[in-house]
């Protein structure tokens, strides 16, 4: 169906494959935005006042709660990132929250820091890119959405014509590519998306740390519906997905979720031990007949393709097993450093009750 709002118009529709939503909501939540931001201290003071607008429209309309507010994430910017958002914070006090994490740890673990710790004090969490390439105002339709019972809400992309062709290519492949190998995602979708609190719990009972939030949110289950929207340019800065993190990412996506790269690497075993099997046949009969045996060519050739299969083999066996090294050590995903505003408050009211309960264990 369409949805019309503020002006803009989104096609919403049901994800394939996922049960309908059971009943219709009718409280009203409480919606946090949470906005990793990596170096964005140009694109920060628009990216608010376009967020902003929305959170204010959906309050004063009633979708949502007053309570409702943005959480910004610095996930360790060098610039003053930090800076603006502890400006926005102190001008906006209750509407605007802000974490800091001590390093970089990228933006999978920054989308997991702002959502665990609003977890327990919001109904409704949407995430989203401080860039603006995500529409804003297409989270009217997601909550929209929520209340007709959805627990995950994607945004997904009408189309990609504001992308280069080299990573418009490179998108398209690498969905084809997950669909193939057996994991589920969404296509054209990046992690625009809202969620239930029940959605959230559930995603926080994940402890991995090589996150590929993609596929792990489709496999939470719940009801899920898709709000379609158009994608736009940055509004300032530069992305933080040049081509080589582009590659890496899905390199994790893939390695995090499907074991058939590893199968595929048995199966082209098995093809060239056949092959093998009949170059030996081959030889043999050549041995025999008394013809001399040729081919210096083809033996180099067969040398380097085995090779670099070889090679290859022990490539993708390594992602694995780098992977199982990294997870069996439980390091944490990141540290926080800071906290100002809406955020900072929660944590205060969250050691207070802590305090409150060993107390009472232990008078």
Known sequence: MDYSGEDHIYLTAPLDSHRPPMVRRTEIPVLCIVVPCLNEEAALPLSHRCLA??????????????????????????????????????????????????????HQNALVAGIESVADYTDIVVTIDADLQDDPWAIVAMVEEYMKGYDIVYGVRADRTSDSHAK???????????????????????DYRLMSHRAIESLCSYEERNLYLRGIVPMLGFAQSKVYFTRARRVAGKTKYPLGRMFNFAVDG????????????????IIFLLVAFAILIY??????SGHTIEG?????????LCSGVL???????????GKIYTEVKHRPRYHLEQSVGRVADAGVASR??????????CP
């Open 53 to 106: 607008a929305v959170l204010s429209s959906l309050k004063t309309t009633g979708r949502i709660s007053a309570d409702s507010y943005i959480l910004y994430i610095d996930d360790g910017s060098t610039d003053s990132t930090w800076e603006v958002i502890t400006s926005l914070a102190s001008n906006c006090v209750s509407d605007v929250g802000g974490l800091r994490l001590s390093v970089n740890a990228g």
């Open 168 to 190: 418009r290519g490179l998108a398209h492949l690498h969905y084809k590519l997950m669909e193939l190998l057996g994991a589920r995602t969404v296509y054209n979708h990046s």
């Open 254 to 269: 893939i390695t995090s979720f499907s074991v058939r790269p590893v199968r595929m690497v048995f199966v082209t075993g």
């Open 283 to 288: 030889v043999l009969a050549r041995y025999l």
């Open 296 to 304: 210096w060519s083809s033996l180099m050739i067969s040398v380097w």
């Open 311 to 321: 090679l290859m083999a022990l490539g993708i066996t390594g992602e694995y097993i």
């Open 352 to 361: 207070q009750k802590r305090r409150q309960n060993l107390q009472q264990q």
